[in-house]
């Protein structure tokens, strides 16, 4: 890993996450990275918290590489996150959209 001088988070690859992940990245390291009590924190499940994070490092991982955000996933993730989707019809969704992209 390399670091640089950079001199505001805008230059940083953090800065391109929103606010809400940022949020829960600070949580997570005041909580000296245990999800049980960052879990605590925010009121959900362990498997809640697991999947938020998850959501968190893929965002991470695709500003590292300098991708944008595929805005269908967000939408989904958000949806599964709330409980107004599962996980399954949310995979689904996503397959089908991916589906018919390669078709045009």
């Known amino acids: 890993m390399t670091f640089d001088n950079r001199n505001s988070i805008s230059d940083h690859v ?3 996450l929103p606010r809400e992940d940022l949020d829960l990245i600070v949580e ?3 909580r000296s990275g245990s999800l049980k009590d960052l879990a605590t924190a925010y009121g959900v499940t362990y498997p809640t ?3 938020r994070l ?3 490092i893929e965002r991470l991982q695709a500003a590292v590489k300098g991708k944008r955000p ?3 996933k967000e ?5 599964v996150e709330r409980g107004e ?3 399954a019809n949310a995979k689904a969704v996503h397959n089908l959209v991916q589906d018919m992209r390669h078709v045009e």
């Open 14 to 16: 953090l800065g391109t």
């Open 28 to 30: 997570l390291v005041l």
């Open 49 to 51: 918290i697991r999947l």
């Open 54 to 56: 998850d959501k968190v």
């Open 70 to 72: 595929d805005p269908l």
């Open 75 to 79: 939408l989904l993730a958000k949806l």
């Open 85 to 87: 989707i599962s996980t």
